[in-house]
């Protein structure tokens, strides 16, 4: 958000695998069959078996007479018998020999025998034990374990079996339509005309014309993209098919494309209806031959989508809706005409759109009757819609930690100042050196601005720290907001932001580390002036650095020489220092009012932009008692 804050102390595989179709379930269960067979046949005879030793019918009979012998035990083709020496048990077997008298002879040796008696056995019973039960066991286990490690590795997962996790959402289920969505005006009208398709397509097939088959949805993080694709289908009355680009991504080859595969299938069935892919970045990179290799997982899962976009059928009623916001990385071949030829774009509301942003999620808690949704509109300038929402349901929270059952304005600002500084640090302690050095700065700061014409009103000032680091922090808020930014008014702003380091330096005649945020922000614009805004002295209209990512943030790149670099750095350090200068003399020129001001802010902590103000302006008396509403 852009509310004025000042101050701060602040793997490859090979590729026969390509295009391999995932195996079947009955294979997975043939191999532990075959597991189980080798198991029960091989290793567990040996297993579960004891140690038998083979001897002649001479030392069985010799033991015997001995009477070493303690059990017998005959079958068709052996004889088994035990011997127990020092009561240590030992097993033996020999051949079956006719011998009649061998029963009397074990009778009066006391020995006990038994014969084998032969049993039918129960061949279902057999197997459904020794087969049966095993695979049975290993498929729970297997089952488990999968679903275990879906968790742990994404979406994805092992899921062997190639089933989509797309969510489908019928038209009477969590049903959004348009007046959901607020502040993205241009952006509704671009997608009425796929509205007025999916509810009329005899119309379109008459005169010829095709409906775009897919649309891509561009906006930073935040914008209502993911709610915009779900009003669409609310207000075409259609089923609702979302799934994030990471969730084909997958650690079995193929499983991507074939995900990707049962997605259509499962959009073609369900026709008229809406696939929504959010996230299209993870899977859409733009190929590279230096970099990916054919075999890349990616590359088979975008291959398998740009190939099944081109086998829909313009008539059937399928419309792929993608959001991202990182065009700028997408492959050429998905954005062509025919696949997704059309982009709508979702930009940070404006002043009107935040209002309206506000006033939807305003109507789901209870709020006073005379709420300033407009003080804080203004307040949040270049705040998305989930941002928004997350302050009013901060303020929400507020209320109910306030004993209130309304929302009040001052929750909704308190709110915004608890999402960009964090809330309040009740157990911080800072020594009375520190907390006028901190009231310095910060006045410092609002000081400058009040002498500025064209400045933003100063809001609020305080030196309550912050959970964020900040120990204090000067807002100011737009009365009207600028579409443009002027030299001029950029070097402004490189004034105010000076001007804590300076009312440091005046009153004390030192430096701190509270300035370290507003030097990075200094830094920051008299960068862009000089490469990206031709507002240079030495290199006029010149651009020297390439444009990052607009959505993300991120930081262009340098397309000069290093000699030119280093002109550019001392250019910035000139225009930083000239500032400096500037705000300096400001100060130096309103010293009486400074201690005025710095006084007044460390007896009431927390002050407002009208006390601020009036004693500015002399009129100390009207000044009244700060609110504790409102960088170092």
């Given at each position: 958000m852009n509310s004025i804050f000042n101050g701060g102390y602040m793997g490859q595989t090979d590729s026969n695998d390509r295009g391999r179709k995932p195996r079947k379930i009955w294979y997975y269960y043939a191999i532990v069959w075959l597991v189980v067979?080798?198991?029960?046949?091989?290793?567990?005879?040996?297993?579960?078996?004891?140690?038998?030793?083979?001897?002649?019918?001479?030392?069985?009979?010799?033991?015997?007479?001995?009477?070493?012998?303690?059990?017998?035990?005959?079958?068709?083709?052996?004889?088994?018998?035990?011997i127990e020496k020092g009561g240590h048990v030992q097993y033996f077997k020999t051949g079956v020999v006719d011998n009649p008298q061998l029963p009397q002879i074990l009778r009066e040796k006391g020995v006990t025998y038994a014969a084998e008696i032969p049993e039918t056995p129960n061949l279902l019973l057999t197997l459904l034990l020794q087969y049966g039960l095993p695979i049975l066991i290993f498929s729970l286990v297997g089952r488990r374990i999968s679903k275990n490690l879906r968790g742990r590795l994404g979406a994805g997962g092992l899921n062997i079996h190639g089933q989509g996790t797309a969510k489908i959402y019928k038209p009477d289920e969590d049903k959004k339509d348009f007046d959901d969505v607020a502040g993205q005006e241009e952006a509704k009208e671009s997608l009425q005309e796929i509205i007025d398709y999916l509810n009329n397509p005899a119309k379109y097939a008459d005169i010829g014309a095709k409906c775009p088959t897919g649309v891509l949805l561009v906006g930073p993080p935040g914008t209502g993209k993911t709610l915009m694709a779900k009003a669409v289908a609310g207000e075409a009355n259609v089923p609702f098919f979302s799934i994030s680009g990471s969730e084909f991504v997958e650690m079995f080859v193929g499983r991507g494309a074939a995900k990707v595969r049962e997605l259509f299938e499962q959009a073609n069935k369900q026709a008229p209806c809406i696939v929504f892919i959010d996230e299209i970045d993870t899977i859409g990179k733009r190929r590279d031959s230096q970099f990916v290799t054919g075999h890349d997982e990616r590359e088979q899962t975008l291959n398998q989508l740009l190939t099944e976009m081109d086998g829909f059928e313009s008539n059937k009623g399928v419309i792929i809706l993608a959001a991202t916001n990182r065009p700028e990385v997408l492959d050429p071949a998905l954005l062509r005409p025919g696949r997704f030829d059309r982009q709508v774009r979702l930009e940070l509301p404006d002043l009107r759109g935040r209002e309206a942003i506000l006033e939807v999620h305003l109507k789901r808690v209870q709020k006073e009757d005379d709420l300033d949704v407009n003080l804080?509109?203004?307040?949040?300038?270049?705040?998305?819609?989930?941002?928004?929402?997350?302050?009013?349901?901060?303020?929400?929270?507020?209320?109910?930690?306030?004993?209130?059952?309304?929302?009040?304005?001052?929750?909704?600002?308190?709110?915004?100042?608890?999402?960009?500084?964090?809330?309040?640090?009740?157990?911080?302690?800072?020594?009375?050196?520190?907390?006028?050095?901190?009231?310095?700065?910060?006045?410092?700061?609002?000081?400058?601005?009040?002498?500025?014409?064209?400045?933003?009103?100063?809001?609020?000032?305080?030196?309550?720290?912050?959970?964020?680091?900040?120990?204090?922090?000067?807002?100011?808020?737009?009365?009207?907001?600028?579409?443009l930014?002027?030299?001029?008014?950029?070097?402004?702003?490189?004034?105010?932001?000076?001007?804590?380091?300076?009312?440091e330096e005046v009153v004390f005649n030192m430096a701190t580390t509270g300035a370290a945020n507003d030097i990075e922000k200094a830094?920051?614009?008299?960068?862009?002036?000089?490469?990206?805004?031709?507002?240079?002295?030495?290199?006029?209209?010149?651009?020297?650095?390439?444009?990052?990512?607009?959505?993300?943030?991120?930081?262009?790149?340098?397309?000069?020489?290093?000699?030119?670099?280093?002109?550019?750095?001392?250019?910035?350090?000139?225009?930083?220092?000239?500032?400096?200068?500037?705000?300096?003399?400001?100060?130096?020129?309103?010293?009486?009012?400074?201690?005025?001001?710095?006084?007044?802010?460390?007896?009431?902590?927390?002050?407002?932009?009208?006390?601020?103000?009036?004693?500015?302006?002399?009129?100390?008396?009207?000044?009244?008692?700060?609110?504790?509403?409102?960088?170092?």
């Open positions: 067979l080798v198991f029960n046949l091989m290793i567990m005879p040996k297993v579960m078996s004891r140690r038998v030793i083979t001897a002649t019918y001479t030392d069985f009979m010799d033991a015997l007479e001995a009477d070493e012998v303690k059990q017998v035990q005959f079958s068709s083709t052996e004889i088994n018998y035990t804080v509109a203004r307040m949040t300038a270049g705040a998305s819609g989930a941002q928004l929402a997350n302050i009013v349901n901060e303020a929400a929270l507020r209320a109910v930690r306030m004993a209130r059952n309304v929302v009040t304005t001052t929750d909704l600002t308190e709110s915004v100042e608890t999402i960009i500084a964090g809330p309040e640090r009740k157990n911080a302690i800072l020594s009375e050196k520190e907390k006028r050095i901190v009231a310095y700065h910060e006045i410092g700061h609002a000081l400058v601005a009040a002498k500025q014409s064209g400045s933003a009103p100063v809001q609020k000032i305080t030196i309550v720290p912050r959970t964020s680091g900040a120990l204090g922090y000067t807002m100011q808020v737009e009365e009207n907001e600028k579409s930014i002027s030299k001029e008014d950029a070097f402004q702003r490189l004034e105010v932001l000076c001007g804590g380091r300076a009312a830094t920051d614009i008299a960068r862009n002036m000089v490469t990206r805004y031709g507002m240079s002295e030495n290199f006029g209209m010149m651009a020297l650095e390439t444009g990052g990512n607009t959505y993300l943030g991120h930081a262009g790149q340098s397309t000069c020489s290093p000699e030119t670099v280093r002109l550019v750095d001392e250019e910035i350090r000139d225009i930083i220092a000239e500032a400096h200068r500037r705000a300096t003399t400001v100060l130096m020129g309103n010293r009486e009012k400074m201690d005025d001001l710095a006084e007044y802010l460390l007896e009431k902590e927390t002050i407002t932009g009208e006390e601020f103000m009036n004693i500015l302006e002399g009129d100390a008396a009207q000044s009244g008692e700060g609110s504790r509403d409102h960088t170092f």
